[in-house]
């Protein structure tokens, strides 16, 4: 069974009428589920967090961002979010029995979509990204909305897809794939927060650790403890062992111990699977060797012969 | 979602026909999912694994000893295997979402079916026994069909559910709850079997070790190595993790490493992820937090829908 997550982020977090006719559009469509979806009035923004089939799951995105350009005018959004769109970033996230290569081709195909037929330009971003300027989301929504009137006519911010000039009241949209991003935070028995700091840097990749590792220092007051919190940005190449690992050697060198750690939100059942297997030092054992992954492919199957 | 599942041993595994005519009984039942099916005719048994929710699992639990009662005689049944009824033994197993209490329940339940409408006498066994000399197969299962006629008598073995006399064709059955055997190995880094067994003995229940291991010294010539073979019985009481780190432990004593483990056919997710979150000194961490198993849920809640 193929399953690819989606966490779209719409520029709605107070009309809550807006956010569920844009919901409403996932909803009893055969091979989507919906996970989770909230909305934030400070940031003025929802997240629908999506799991599905590649196809139906590639129309419910489309049909929402087509939702959210009817009901969304960015000219009277305020939010404490960065934001360009109505639809702003929509990422596509093998979690099962698909990869990246067909993530990327599958982002490129709902961008498409998403400019010729809503007429709204469209940048890929991360592995979908066509040059290496636009990998990073944050680099592509710098100006937001209102700045990209201008920003539009540099070519070197020329969209994908769709046209050369912002849709004027859904702005532009960022699609992408991407690996699926874990908060793993490791709680370290000491108050000093200059050890974690030491530590987020010896595993984080901008001083020189793992490449797919974005670390911080954070301190615990209420609790009396330091964190080394984490966004493990690619659990496949940078996994959670050998990160743990690492940060445990380091506490080492200052008499420290973990005394705890916490993954925030949800999982692949994959990244766990490899925690287990490298642990017990297992030779070969796959997701297809789980009970509940072989009833899941055969209710999938019951599924699409309904 | 709740899931049991049961590996059922029914007493035929050279005439093809009998095996698929039983194992029918469980195909398009909804709630009911065939993980597997297998004879064999040197044993001349076959043993049908099916995972499924409580209700519509009883029913095909009983419907299959139904009609391996109508299909085999045991009067004419000859095999390697021991066996005392045409459907042998039942077990009932918690996978997900139910626990063992309810399999206790559901394993008198469906004896008591099959006791009152088939006419079969039924022991119950493991989990389920309702004396201490029942717990173990092997014991209710000594001298097999054809020593039940006179053993049946003996008020030590007067049966749980059914009638007090063996029925002339189908025999007894067993019908009982237990956990998921998981069946373990570790390769050790030696040719020295009595390494292997030191460390065996050293983990395994019968001389001191984890109450729910089973463990023997096996010999790998063709890979030079021994091996400590491993059926964990209860893998949430006696756990991967702790036998494991207790092996390791004890190899270093003989100089010896670990140098691979397996796991053989199929086990729960819940096993994997508490091994993970031991090792990762997880503070709080479920089976919820995995996307497959919500996936799963909302699958099987369509499903239930349909």
Redesign the interface.
């Known amino acids: 069974m193929k399953?690819i997550?989606s966490a779209s982020n719409f520029s709605e977090g107070r009309r809550e009428e807006v956010v569920r006719e844009i919901v409403a559009q996932a909803e009893n469509v055969k091979g989507v589920?919906i996970?989770d979806w909230s909305m934030d009035s400070d940031h003025n923004r929802s997240v629908v967090t999506l799991?599905g089939s590649p196809e139906p799951l590639l129309n419910v995105l489309f049909n929402m961002t087509k939702k959210a350009a009817e009901l969304i005018d960015l000219r009277n959004h305020k939010g404490e979010h960065p934001r360009m769109g109505a639809a702003d970033v929509i990422p596509l996230v093998p979690?099962?029995g698909s990869e990246m290569s067909e993530c990327i081709e599958l982002s490129k195909d709902l961008a498409k979509r998403i400019g010729e037929e809503l007429k709204i330009p469209v940048f890929l971003y991360e592995k979908s990204a066509t040059a290496p300027h636009r990998e990073n989301l944050s680099e592509i929504r710098k100006g937001e909305f209102e700045g990209f009137f201008e920003k539009i006519k540099d070519p070197m911010w020329k969209p994908d897809f769709g046209p050369d000039q912002v849709h004027p009241t859904a702005g532009v949209t960022a699609v992408g794939a991407r690996e699926y991003l874990i908060a793993f935070n490791v709680n370290l028995g000491t108050d000093k927060v200059e050890i974690a700091e030491r530590i987020a840097k010896a595993v984080r990749h901008i001083s020189g650790g793992y490449r797919y590792v974005k670390a911080i220092a954070v301190e615990l007051k209420d609790k009396n403890l330091v964190q080394v919190s984490m966004n493990m940005t690619n659990y496949k190449k940078s996994p959670?062992?050998r990160v743990?690992e690492t940060i445990k050697r380091e506490a080492q060198r200052y008499g420290v111990s973990?005394?705890?750690?916490?993954?925030i939100?949800?999982?692949?059942?994959q990244a766990?699977?490899e925690?287990?297997q490298?642990?017990?030092?297992?030779?070969?054992?796959g997701i297809n060797?789980?009970?509940?992954?072989?009833?899941?492919d055969?209710?999938?199957k019951?599924?699409a012969d309904?």
Chains 1, 2 share one sequence.
């Not at 973990?258 to 993954?263: H, L």
């Not at 939100?265 to 059942?269: C, K, L």
């Not at 490298?278 to 054992?285: A, K, S």
């Open positions: 399953i997550e589920w996970l799991v979690v099962m959670l062992f743990f973990v005394i705890g750690t916490e993954i939100g949800m999982v692949p059942m766990m699977l925690v287990a490298y642990y017990l030092q297992l030779d070969d054992f060797r789980i009970i509940e992954n072989r009833v899941m055969i209710l999938a019951e599924g309904r």
